[in-house]
C-alpha cells in the first residue's frame, strides 16, 4: 500500500554482478535473515492439493528448517479456505479446540525471540501462539488478540493493542531474556514497549501451538481459550529484530496481502507486489543492509545509508523464472539477445547511495544454444529503452 510515497529510484548504482549466492544471503522475509535467524515460516498458499473446506492435517515450513507444524486428528484441524485475503487461501480455525502444533521443537527460541503472524479474528481471551515446555506451561504464550497480552514463564504483560476486529492484521511480538524488553507492532507501527520477566529464558524441546492455549506440553488445551480465525503466514525468529527490519517486513507483507500499514515505503503493489524486500535504516541503530527477493536478487552495499528513514525496497512481477527465455521486449530487438519475463522493481526513500546487485541464476532455466553471458538490464519506463526503474536479467550470445 503507497501511503508515504518514494522517491522514483536510485540516483546512482554500481552494478557488481556475482553469479551465486553469497554466503550472506538475506532469503527471509522481506530479505530479513536467513534460515539460522528464521526458524519458522508458515505461508498458506505452501499448502498445496486441498480445496476449499478440506481439513490441513499439516504445513510446510518454508524456513528450511523443517519444522512444520500438524494436527493427527480430524476433529481439530484447521480447514483450508480458498482466495481469502488478495487472493490467497487461509488457513481457518473453526473447530472447538482446534489447533495445529509442532512437538519437540528443538530450535525454539530461548533467549531471544520475534513472532510475525497475519490474522483476522473477532476474539477475546484466546490462545494465539502457545509453547509450553517442561519448563513451564507458558514458556511463551500470546493470547487475548481484544487486548493482546504477552506471557513469559509465570508472568504477564498486557500491551493494549487490539487486534480483533475482523481485518486483517500484521503483529510482529518479540522479547529479549536480557532486561526483559518487549515489543509489540501492528500494522507496521511500534503500539508497545515494555519489560517482561527479565533474565529469564525460555526452554527449548517444547510444543509449539498455533490458536490453541496449552496448560501442559501439547495437552490440557482451555477450549474456553480456543481462537477462531483465519492465518496466512506465521514467522518465528531466534533474534529481536530491529526497528528498520520490522518495517521491511511489514511492507512485504502489505504488498502481498494488500494491507494498509503505517511507514509505507513500496509504491508499487499493484504491479510488482511479489517477494518484496528492502534495506533501509530507520536510524543509527536500526538498520538492514542486505535484503534478497525470492532467492535470486539481492541488494547490498549501499554507499549512503546515513541519514533516518532512508529505504530502497523492491519486489517483482512474477513473470516466468524457470521455463525458457524470451525475446519479447528484449532490447535490440531480441536479435541476439533474450530475457526472463520477470522483472523486478525498486523504490527508493531518501538517497541511499551506490549499491551491489547479486544474482543467483541456479533457479534459471538453460541457456539457449549459443547464449554465454548474462547481464543485467536497467530501464525506467518498464519496456527497457531508456531511463532507470525497472530490472531484469537477459543472455546474451557470444559469436
Excluded at 528450511?64 to 481469502?84: A, E, M, R
Excluded at 512437538?103 to 533467549?111: D, M, N, R, V
Excluded at 514458556?139 to 514463564?153: A, P, Q
Aim: net charge negative.
Amino acid at each position: 500500500m503507497d501511503q508515504n510515497p518514494s522517491l522514483p529510484f536510485l540516483t546512482s548504482i554500481v552494478f557488481v554482478i556475482l553469479f551465486s549466492v553469497p554466503l550472506s544471503a538475506q532469503t527471509g522475509p522481506g530479505g530479513v535473515g536467513n534460515s539460522t535467524s528464521n526458524i519458522l515460516w508458515l505461508r498458506s498458499e505452501d499448502i498445496t492439493s486441498l480445496v476449499d473446506d478440506d481439513d490441513i492435517s499439516s504445513w510446510s515450513d518454508f524456513s528450511g528448517n523443517g519444522n512444520d507444524v500438524s494436527q493427527p486428528t480430524s476433529t481439530l484441524t484447521p480447514v483450508y479456505k480458498t482466495n481469502i485475503l488478495n487472493g490467497f487461501p487461509a488457513v481457518r480455525f473453526q473447530k472447538t479446540n482446534g489447533r495445529i502444533r509442532r512437538t519437540s521443537f528443538s530450535g525454539f527460541p530461548t533467549s531471544q525471540i520475534t513472532a510475525i503472524y497475519v490474522n483476522s479474528n473477532t476474539e477475546n481471551n484466546d490462545g494465539v501462539l502457545s509453547y509450553a515446555s517442561g519448563s513451564s506451561n507458558n514458556d511463551f504464550l500470546l493470547f487475548s488478540s481484544n487486548n493482546l497480552r504477552f506471557y513469559r514463564g509465570g508472568s504477564n504483560i498486557s500491551t493494549g493493542v487490539a487486534l480483533n476486529d475482523g481485518d486483517f492484521h500484521i503483529t510482529n511480538a518479540s522479547r529479549n531474556s536480557s532486561g526483559g524488553s518487549v515489543e509489540v507492532w501492528k500494522d507496521g507501527s511500534l503500539d508497545f514497549t515494555g519489560t517482561l520477566s527479565s533474565g529469564t529464558s525460555i526452554t527449548a524441546g517444547g510444543c509449539l501451538a498455533i490458536a490453541g492455549e496449552q496448560d501442559s506440553v501439547d495437552g490440557n488445551y482451555d477450549s474456553s481459550q480456543a481462537h477462531f480465525g483465519d492465518f496466512t503466514e506465521v514467522m518465528i525468529f531466534n533474534t529481536v529484530l530491529n526497528e528498520a527490519q520490522n518495517i521491511i517486513i511489514a511492507n512485504y507483507l502489505s504488498s502481498k496481502y494488500n494491507i494498509s500499514i503505517s511507514n509505507d515505503y513500496y509504491a508499487f503493489d499493484s504491479t510488482h507486489p511479489n517477494e518484496v524486500a528492502g534495506i533501509g535504516r530507520e536510524d543509527a541503530s536500526n538498520t538492514h543492509t542486505a535484503a534478497m527477493s525470492d532467492a535470486i536478487l539481492q541488494i547490498e552495499n549501499a554507499s549512503g545509508i546515513d541519514a533516518d528513514q532512508e529505504y530502497l525496497l523492491f519486489g517483482h512481477d512474477d513473470g516466468d523464472v524457470t521455463t525458457s527465455w524470451t525475446t519479447t521486449e528484449a532490447p535490440n530487438g531480441g536479435v541476439n539477445t533474450e530475457r526472463l519475463a520477470r522483472e523486478w522493481r525498486l523504490d527508493e526513500t531518501g538517497d541511499v547511495g551506490t549499491v551491489d546487485f547479486v544474482v543467483d541464476v541456479a533457479s534459471f532455466p538453460s541457456l539457449s544454444s549459443g547464449f554465454t553471458m548474462y547481464t543485467l538490464l536497467v530501464d525506467s519506463d518498464g519496456d527497457f529503452t531508456n531511463s532507470l526503474a525497472s530490472l531484469l536479467v537477459a543472455a546474451i550470445y557470444t559469436f
